[in-house]
């Protein structure tokens, strides 16, 4: 189990402690092995990161910056945010205007037409063996004999 | 750059002379692009997430208000910026290249540590960076902004717009999670 005092640790090191605090924590690393062990750790993490590399941008960075701005500026008309924010918008509402005007179509010729309407989703219409079918050719054969 | 000649610079750029912006890029380039490399640990991501912070500064600066300092605003764009570089898209991750070292680096040895002590503290620059890689995002921020930059509580706060008990709990976090991350790495070495 972690030692409770251990969040102020970080503070400790940071000198970030009051000075009652400070005195405080420091009597009672003294009898806690943990926090004790927890304080070298940190320290030699510190010095780790002391020693870690600094790093400077890549020659020419600035002009690079400064092309790259020129160029989205020139490719940016004067208003442009509001312009896209508007060209999106009624892009965006074209496409929902599409979808609705051909879904309606869609729907409109799906439907069945007065009068013939229950004949449309009749099981009746569909042939259980077309007379082109093997089915229908071995039916014909055998009505045929029947008949004789 | 004086206080003064900033508010100088952000004056004349407002009025319309934006060529004076590349004063600021030259003036901040270098710790904008080192808080990158350390946040995304890669040269051609940093620098990708750099020119992105100079960009986005340039067009947000007619906004800027002095409330804060430039470089408080400007180390702001830099962490999100680098918070949503790291959620880059799963296939441009695959066609990442991945160099090891880079040459623009600052040289802090004074004088010649012997092979062994050179090897053995490569591997544990190699175990935090690795470590820190492991961090949220959140807490890599705040781990960078006070270790490397060397910032206070105050300072961190006030460029992540984050309350100061916040900034003491991620800190603690951030450490107690790289100490047990670079336990686990030396313990596999």
């Known amino acids: 189990m972690s030692c409770s005092k251990r969040p102020l640790l970080s503070q400790y090191i940071d000198s970030a402690l009051s000075p009652e605090e400070k005195h405080t924590f420091e009597a009672h690393m003294n009898a806690c092995p943990e926090c004790g062990r927890a304080l070298g750790e940190l320290e030699a993490l510190r010095r780790l990161f002391a020693a870690s590399d600094r790093y400077k941008a890549p020659p020419g960075f600035s002009t690079w910056v400064m092309a790259n701005i020129g160029a989205d500026t020139a490719a940016r008309p004067a208003g442009f945010p509001l ?3 508007f060209a999106e918008g009624m892009v965006v509402l074209a496409m929902v205007i599409i979808g609705v005007l051909s879904g309606s179509l869609l729907i409109s010729t799906l439907q069945p037409k007065a009068g013939n309407g229950s004949a449309l989703f009749s099981l009746e219409l569909f042939e259980a063996a077309p007379p082109d079918s093997v089915g229908g050719a071995y039916l014909a054969m055998t009505e045929t004999r029947h008949e004789k | 750059m004086q206080k003064s000649e900033e508010r100088e610079l952000i004056r004349r750029f407002k009025d319309g002379d934006t060529s004076v912006f590349e004063r600021i890029v030259l003036d901040y380039q270098d710790r904008i692009y080192n808080l990158c490399r350390h ?8 620098e990708d997430a750099a020119q992105d912070v100079f960009i986005k500064a340039y067009w947000n600066l007619k906004n800027f208000t002095h409330d804060a300092s430039l470089y408080t605003w400007l180390y702001r764009i830099a962490v999100n910026t680098c918070i949503d570089h790291q959620r880059k898209p799963f296939f441009e991750s695959l066609f990442k290249w991945s160099p090891e ?3 623009q680096t600052i040289d802090h040895a004074s004088e010649a540590p012997s092979p062994e002590r050179l090897f053995a503290s490569k591997q544990m620059a190699q175990a935090l960076q690795k470590s820190l890689k492991k961090l ?3 807490l890599r921020a705040v781990i960078i902004l006070k270790e ?3 910032l206070s509580y105050e300072e961190i706060a006030e460029m992540l717009d984050i309350s100061l008990g916040t900034v003491k709990s991620r800190i603690y976090r951030a450490r107690d999670e790289l100490r047990a991350l670079m336990k686990k790495f030396t313990e596999q070495s």
Request: no cysteine; aromatic share 4%.
């Open chain 1, 83 to 85: 312009f896209v924010k």
């Open chain 2, 39 to 46: 946040m995304l640990d890669d040269p051609h991501d940093a």
């Open chain 2, 101 to 103: 070292g880079e040459a």
């Open chain 2, 136 to 138: 949220s995002p959140k």
């Open chain 2, 148 to 150: 490397v930059e060397e």
